[in-house]
């Protein structure tokens, strides 16, 4: 059972290159599943609830055709029966975003993200800081098909493990990706 209540704003400046989105709210979740199953004794029960009130907005602004700032911000408080549920849930987020368009084929991006208050281990939060960058090609193949290739790259801040289970080997995250469009 949900129930949720909201009140949000959205604008558009064309002029000026801007949006804005800024939302309040607050849900309520009830009869929640949120104690982990045992195969020895399976006892389920739906009896956990959790209250989210936050609020969060996001602007972005144009600087140029194909280039573009982009900035978020969240902040939810949350108050859960059961412990596991606070963990899915940061206190606070944000992020920044810069990306450009370089040429009809070459564009780049670089965002940064973090959260606090994610995870907690013992008597102490942990959170979650991230940097991503990415260079892409995007190569017309035929009439309506395209190929975009990227080279992304994460370089993650964080000594321990805040949202998963276990920290990555290295701070440097490297993959490549393609994208066959048609």
Known sequence: EIT????????????????????LFREKLN??????A????????NDSRTDLTGYEWQLRYSLAPGSFVWASYAYIDNESTEFVETRFTA?????????????????????WYQTEHQNRVGSRWLGYERLDMRVA??????TRA?????????????????????????????????????
């Open 4 to 23: 949720a209540w909201e009140v949000g704003w959205y604008g558009w400046f064309p002029e000026q290159r801007v949006e804005a989105d800024v939302r």
């Open 31 to 36: 009869h929640l599943v949120s104690k982990p």
């Open 38 to 45: 045992n195969l020895f004794e399976f006892i389920v029960d």
């Open 91 to 111: 206190r606070q987020s944000g992020s920044v975003a810069v990306a450009h368009r370089f040429s009809p084929a070459w564009s780049g991006a670089v965002a």
């Open 137 to 142: 090609h995007q190569l017309p193949l035929a």
């Open 146 to 182: 395209t190929l975009q290739t990227s080279l992304n790259l994460q370089l993650h801040f964080e000594d321990e493990p805040g949202i998963v289970g276990e920290a990555y080997d290295d701070r440097l995250y490297g993959y490549l990706a393609a994208q066959l469009s048609f």
